[in-house]
């Protein structure tokens, strides 16, 4: 029997693939300015508001547990939606996600607190936390999926990068809305102002649901369903074709642990006792420093269509092992003008690197049948260890929470999984969309011999 070969995804619509990376990139927005709302709001207000303000260290601890509860859930959310998605399509994934996003994302803000419900408040905030986490774990991949299945050749990398700039984006409104209420009194703040960053993401989830539903689904997900057809089980397909790239994947996202310290852990050392920096002023530095990477983001993933996804990628995790550590040390000194100028190079260009490639460097391992899955699992597995990053940086700052240099080498070992991740990988940016995830065997040849001839 003579192999089939692939044939080449239909062409997408004129315009359509703006239009996926504009819809990628206000969900991933969405999707991460309610997430990074919380992580806010874990550092400076939950814990007086959920938890025993009497025993700072302790509530400041579990409040940053809750921002890792997320990540936690993330693993089964990605078990069953890149499932979903691989049977039934990219576009009902990314309508799903956000819908779900901004339900529970508003439900924090109308939670009672400990004074007025008390146990029942935490434990109603981390079920919140957990259908947060559902969310995310679909919302990346289902959204780097679309923008690099309807991505013109030779350009994967620039579209499937706005799914990440639309993450950065979402993290600076976030701030922008904390910076806001961080001005008011603190009586203001602790009764109702910090509900009110959860409340605006109903505006601008009705307008993501607008756009994604009039997007259309992607050439070869089309393809794929019309030939081929879909897996019936994507996951055991994935497992058996392409286990070596999950754990690959795994091991790529522990990248993420830089921003979940930098954003989170950081956050909370730096306006601490220990430094006394003012709250206002370290949200500027998150502000400014994702400023900064809305720009580097595209550019990084455009030199990655040009050089290669690894040694953009490989940049990214290096440089920001080496540079958080700077970073770190920075806010030790509660040198404000040292911290903000050393917070934009790590975070808003060096990891920016690492950030603006992964989503067509991860996708571009596996084939149209099982992509969602292989990114949701990959991703989601890594970023739960990510999220707990945070958990863990507190542990190891010490009772005082001021061991800086020992959360700096914590941070730097794990940036290495990421390092050997991209040096065992493959390079794909060069690789016809068809042979994507194919392996390496004759029968690639043989297939993209007679597709280029």
């Known amino acids: 029997m003579s192999e089939s070969v692939p044939a080449p995804a239909p062409n997408a619509p004129a315009g359509q693939p703006w239009k996926a990376a504009t819809a990628a990139w206000i969900g991933s927005a969405l999707e991460y300015y309610d997430f990074f709302a919380y992580g806010s709001a874990a550092a400076l207000v939950f814990p007086k508001v959920f938890f025993d303000a009497s025993d700072p260290a302790t509530a400041t601890l579990l409040s940053l547990a809750t921002f890792g509860v997320a990540y936690a859930a993330r693993p089964l959310g990605a078990l069953v939606l890149g499932h979903v998605g691989d049977r039934l399509g990219r576009k009902k994934i990314m309508v799903f996600t956000l819908v779900l996003m901004g339900l529970s994302t508003f439900l924090i803000g109308c939670l009672p607190t400990r004074a007025q419900a008390g146990s029942l408040a935490p434990v109603l905030l981390v079920l919140c936390r957990v259908l947060q986490g559902i969310s995310a774990a679909g919302e990346q991949a289902g959204a780097s999926s679309m923008s690099l299945e309807h991505a013109p050749e030779h350009r994967r990398g620039f579209f499937t990068s706005f799914t990440l700039s639309g993450t950065q984006g979402g993290q600076l409104i976030a701030t922008l809305v904390f910076i806001a209420v961080a001005q008011l009194p603190e009586n203001q703040l602790l009764s109702w102002g910090w509900r009110v960053p959860f409340w605006l993401s109903v505006a601008v989830a009705v307008a993501g649901y607008v756009i994604r539903r009039r997007l259309r689904e992607t050439p070869a997900f089309t393809r794929q369903a019309a030939t081929e057809g879909v897996a019936k089980l994507p996951l055991a397909v994935l497992l058996r074709e392409h286990g070596t790239d999950v754990l690959r994947v ?204």
């Open 250 to 453: 795994i091991a790529g996202s522990l990248i993420a642990s830089v921003s979940t310290i930098f954003t989170v852990w950081a956050l909370a050392y730096a306006t601490s006792d220990a430094v006394g920096m003012s709250r206002t002023s370290m949200l500027w530095v998150g502000a400014l420093a994702n400023l900064v990477a809305l720009g580097a983001i595209p550019l990084w993933a455009t030199l990655s269509d040009r050089i290669g996804r690894r040694p953009v990628f490989l940049i990214g995790a290096v440089g920001s092992a080496v540079s958080m550590a700077g970073y770190l040390w920075a806010v030790s000194t509660g040198s404000y003008p040292l911290t903000l100028a050393l917070g934009i190079v790590s975070f808003g260009v060096l990891y920016s690197a690492a950030n603006g490639v992964w989503p067509a460097f991860y996708g571009e391992m596996f084939a149209t049948r099982v992509r969602l899955s292989g990114v949701a699992i990959g991703t989601q597995t890594g970023f739960a260890v990510a999220g707990f990053a945070v958990t863990f940086a507190a542990e190891i700052a010490g009772p005082g929470g001021a061991d800086w240099g020992a959360v700096a080498l914590f941070t730097a070992a794990l940036c290495v999984p990421p390092v050997v991740a991209a040096l065992s990988a493959r390079e794909t940016h060069a690789v016809p969309a068809e042979l994507l995830g194919e392996r390496r065997s004759g029968r690639r040849t043989a297939q993209a011999e007679r597709i280029t001839a």
